[in-house]
């Protein structure tokens, strides 16, 4: 069973950076995984932010492309998201997840497939921005 433990967060001004970490375990050697970042708002629904598929290729949504990167270590099974030109409006609880397919891919921010096999999520890490 994968275990995924967020750290990074923090409170940071408009502008700043701040760089999240996904540190994930119980991978099984016989099942790919799409891992991706969501974040949810007080008062509003989960959104998924930035996805990584199996093969690499990233996604990201519309509200944070060409400020957010996502990146991952495979030795380290660590996931990154490196969130940079910060908007009040990136305040939330920001979530790691991992998801094992039959097939995937990714689309607006998120991981998608058929035969989900498996799916883990982290406790989460906030994010506040301040004007």
């Known amino acids: 069973q994968v275990q995924l433990v967020e750290s990074g967060g923090g409170s940071v001004q408009a502008g700043g950076s701040l760089r999240l970490s996904c540190a994930a375990s119980?991978?099984?050697?016989?099942?790919?995984?799409?891992m991706g970042w969501f974040r949810q708002a007080p008062g509003k629904e989960r959104e998924g932010v930035a996805a990584i598929d199996s093969d690499g290729t990233t996604n990201y949504a519309d509200s944070v492309k060409g400020r957010f990167t996502i990146s991952q270590d495979n030795v380290e099974n660590i996931l990154y998201l490196q969130m940079n030109s910060l908007k009040p409006e990136d305040t939330a609880m920001y979530y790691c997840a991992a998801f094992s397919y039959a097939a995937s891919y990714v689309s607006g921010g998120r991981c998608y497939g058929v035969a989900e096999v498996e799916n883990a999520w982290g406790q989460g890490t906030q994010v506040t921005v301040s004007s």
């Open positions: 119980g991978f099984r050697e016989d099942r790919v995984y799409c």
